[in-house]
RNA sequence: GCGCUCGUAGCUCAGCGGAUAGAGCAACGGACUUCUAAUCCGUCGGUCGUAGGUUCGAAUCCUACCGGGCGCGCCA
């Protein structure tokens, strides 16, 4: 069901009439949660000038005229805010209304949209590296999310399964019988032999070269052997996913390979549409407002002059396919932010050829890089690329348990702006205090030994103390905080709240006696520290973070 | 060169138009016969890169500059 009590917006709906009473015209009345009250609004300020009189006495007249019966108390103050402090019954009724409700007070969204989420995306023949891990646990947090706000998302696992490397893959693997069933360990340096002889025999090269001919064209052993590889990486990918606990499955890989037949079709519609120019022989869209190096427009290359097709052309084929048949309204990219350029150009000739229509809309939700403790990309002390699966070895043998060094390692992703780089630091994700996975378990953790001891149920909740005060107005804050992450694709906004949430309810847990106090207050107090366990543990799964009974 | 992005406490980061700029770590000092002290409380610490501008009000918006990162035609 969902039913909400927001505040915010009761407050705003009952102080709007008075301040138009007061202004003349309607005005917005800002309300803000505040440090010196529940809420404030600033609104007397801005009226100030206009009106020609002194915020404070602005400020008093909008509280006598404002209707806040049963709701808060009013007060101004500093230079002429409203205060606003909601009345301990109310928050206890609210309290009982969000408990009540399986979705503790977030309602399904009235307009449910197809939205399509374009993520991790790793590369077949290669394993995973540091650099997946943030598109990888970003992207779930997203798809978690508005999945559970109740849009339809399509996860898509962009995997690169094509192209050129292909034939040279294939080639190698001829060479070694074929048969060979291979780890995925024995492909890495299955690649790397591949690409050595690649890089150093002219014979190979050309094999290779014609493999990928081959391939492209259907034929039936070079697909085989292809398939192989594809099937063994994705098995790989999923093993993965699995020990991240990531949403993504088998029936998410939709590869590169599979806008093939596509392509010939679509240079020949962006032809028909006179959007493409011949450039040395290579077919080049120019759209309008990018300019490289030297000043000239950019190209983006959709067809190469050997014939062959490079990312963009997949990429436009994807939202041709994910608009034209999955029927997406929202197409989500979370790839990292320098190919920021590239999605730019690849939307504005979506946009063009009529394949991104005007209600569907396309974004791409970049994400800074992870570094080391030099202030560099994050590699080893080599300065190789740091494989993802022995990354989670490591925090694995870290932590005290695999869910809680797993779970450090995709807090510390989500709970910073993901536009911004990051530096990756085990102590500091490992940590139990600050804002760390850890610190939001081990709150979930006491909670739940909480009700081990206690023998009997959450009762109805009082809110007396100021500490349980703030831990109720907290929990309230769920549904905003939620709908902010969602927003504007902000994962580390539903982070931070469960941190001040976690932190709202130690500071209750100190502070307030839950199993020895006298019937009533400890019912209630069971009551606050259940609805913030299944606070915690709904805000916690839809950041893919897992909760521990115990630690 | 052009474009994007980021410069907030010693360190790692929040805050992105409103009241004395907040956390965690580090440093120092407190709180466990008491529900998980993997916690909590306190102290110390900031010309919010610089300079202008807009505004009643700017870390937040605009402009310029400085500094770091990234991108800019056949890789994805």
């Known amino acids: 069901m969902g039913l909400i009590v927001n ?3 009761l407050l705003s709906d009952r102080l709007a009439p008075a301040l138009e009473a007061v202004a003349g015209h309607p005005v917005d009345p800002a309300v803000r949660a505040s440090p010196h ?6 609104a007397p300020l801005a009226l100030a000038r206009e009106l020609g009189r002194a915020p404070q006495e602005i400020a008093a007249e909008v509280a006598t005229r404002a209707d806040l019966a049963g709701l808060a108390e009013i007060t101004v103050s500093g230079p002429g805010f409203l205060n606003l402090t909601i009345g301990d019954d109310l928050l206890a009724e609210s309290l009982r209304l969000t408990g009540a409700d ?3 007070g977030v309602p399904a969204t009235a307009a449910p949209e197809r939205i399509v989420i374009d993520y991790s995306g790793p590369n077949v023949a290669k394993e995973m590296h540091v650099g997946h891990l943030r598109s990888t646990i970003i992207g779930d947090a997203l798809a978690r999310t508005l999945e559970w706000l109740g ?3 399509v996860r898509v696992n962009h995997l690169g399964d094509w192209g050129t490397p292909f034939g040279m893959l294939v080639e190698h693997l001829v060479d070694l019988g074929g048969a060979a069933d291979h780890s995925i360990r024995d492909l890495t340096a299955f690649y790397q032999d591949a690409r050595v002889k690649f890089d150093t025999d002219d014979d190979f090269r050309t094999r290779a070269r014609l493999r990928v001919v081959a391939l492209q064209s259907g034929d039936p052993l070079s697909r085989d052997l292809w398939q192989r590889l594809v099937a063994q990486s994705e098995r790989y990918f999923l093993d993965v996913y699995q020990r991240l606990g990531v949403t993504l499955g088998p029936d998410d890989f939709a590869g590169e390979s599979r806008y093939q037949d596509d392509l010939p079709v679509l240079v020949a519609e962006l032809l028909a549409q006179g959007l493409l120019t011949d450039s040395d022989g290579a077919l080049c869209a120019f759209p309008d407002g990018f300019t490289g190096r030297d000043g000239d427009a950019l190209p983006l290359i959709v067809r190469k002059a050997d014939g062959g097709f490079g990312y963009a052309a997949t990429d436009l084929a994807a939202i041709r396919h994910r608009v034209g048949t999955l029927g997406a309204d929202r197409l989500l990219y979370v790839v990292g932010a320098p190919q920021r350029t590239h999605f730019e150009m690849v939307f504005a000739v979506a946009r063009k050829a009529g394949w991104l229509p005007g209600g569907v809309t396309a974004e791409h939700l970049g ?3 992870i570094l080391g403790a030099d202030g560099k990309m994050l590699k080893t002390r080599a300065g190789d690329t740091i494989k993802l699966a022995e990354l989670l070895d490591e925090a694995v043998a870290r932590a005290t348990a695999p869910a809680i060094g797993i779970g450090a390692i ?3 992703d989500l709970s910073g702006d993901r536009r911004g780089d990051y530096v990756f ?9 600050g804002n760390t996975g850890p610190y939001l378990q081990y709150a979930y953790a006491r909670i739940r030994s909480l009700f081990r001891k206690a023998g009997t149920g959450p009762g109805p909740v009082t809110v007396t103390e100021p500490a349980e005060r703030a831990l109720a107005l907290t929990l309230l804050g769920f549904e905003p905080a939620l709908r902010a992450a969602a927003g504007q694709a902000e994962p580390h906004r539903l982070a931070g709240y469960l941190h001040d949430l976690a932190v709202a309810f130690s500071v209750f847990y100190e502070r307030c006696p839950v199993l020895r106090a006298a019937d009533d207050v400890r019912a209630s107090r069971l009551g606050l520290a259940e609805l913030t366990a299944r606070t915690l543990h709904t805000g916690m799964f839809l950041l893919g973070i897992e909760t521990l009974e115990e630690i």
């Not at 009250?37 to 600033?42: I, K, L, N, Y």
């Not at 630091?425 to 490992?430: A, C, G, I, K, N």
């Open 151 to 153: 849009h339809d998302v």
């Open 37 to 42: 009250a529940d809420f404030q609004s600033g």
């Open 7 to 9: 505040f915010e917006s």
């Open 367 to 369: 994400f800074g890089s």
């Open 410 to 412: 995709k807090y510390a």
């Open 102 to 104: 399986q979705r503790l």
């Open 425 to 433: 630091d085990w102590d500091r994700m490992l940590a139990s205090t």
